[in-house]
């Protein structure tokens, strides 16, 4: 699962710092992803308010990067109790890809790795939900095994991760260490290119 690189792009964790660069990635879905991503229609001050939320202490987010910009994130967040993500309890999980990177394996590696961190911090149970009608998310659901109900607009997902091992530890931390690495030297390039761009 480390360092997937898929069709020239890779995906790593996401920082603080990625904050601008995940706005821009949401408010570049177009008006039909909106809708699938937050089930309606939603605004550019919307999106750039709920960026702004998204890197809280407990949130764990990974995107796909090719050529220094995001072109796609998954999301994992602890649901509905007041303890960090951590000491059990549910979370949920949302996934948005551009729609020229779609089609490309992007969206289950980014669910793969959404599963082995909700894994790795004990939520008994992984949910997700999207429109009745989107074959893509509903597709990634069944590879992970996630029990699917439908209802006449909207599917629900869930899965119950199994708790973690030495080695799905060992991965998120290996992955994670070369991400921040490489989230470094995208903070780099970019503080360069505003530089010139001066
Ligand atoms: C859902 C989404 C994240 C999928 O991203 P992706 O990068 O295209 O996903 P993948 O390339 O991994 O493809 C997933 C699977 O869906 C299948 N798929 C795609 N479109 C399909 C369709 N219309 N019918 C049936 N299967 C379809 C693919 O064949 C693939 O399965 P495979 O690997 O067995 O071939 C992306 O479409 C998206 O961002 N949509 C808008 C936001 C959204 O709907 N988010 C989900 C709700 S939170």
Not at 44 to 52: I, M, V
Not at 54 to 68: A, P, Q, S, T
Request: glycine share 10%.
């Amino acid at each position: 699962m480390e360092n997937a690189n898929i069709s020239g792009g890779q995906i790593r964790r996401l920082y603080p710092a990625d904050l601008p660069a995940f706005r821009d990635h949401l408010l570049r879905l177009d008006e039909e992803s909106r809708h699938s991503r937050f089930g309606g229609a939603v605004s550019a001050a919307f999106l750039t308010n709920y960026a702004e939320r998204c890197f809280g202490i407990d949130d764990v987010i990974y995107g796909y990067v090719v050529d220094n910009v995001l072109r796609g994130a998954g999301e994992l967040r602890g649901l509905g109790h007041n303890l960090p993500l951590g000491f059990g309890g549910s979370a949920e999980a949302a996934f948005s890809v551009e729609r020229e990177w779609r089609g490309r394996g992007v969206g289950t590696e980014l669910m793969a790795r959404i599963v082995r961190a909700a894994r790795n911090r004990r939520a008994d149970t992984l949910y997700m939900s999207c429109l009745t009608s989107n074959q893509a998310m509903i597709a990634i659901a069944r590879k992970f095994s996630a029990q699917l109900r439908r209802e006449p607009d909207e599917a629900f997902a869930s899965l119950e991760p199994r708790g973690p091992t030495p080695s799905t530890l060992f991965d998120e931390a290996t992955d994670d260490f070369s991400g921040f690495a490489t989230a470094m030297l995208d903070l780099q390039k970019r503080s360069f290119a505003r530089a010139k761009a001066r």
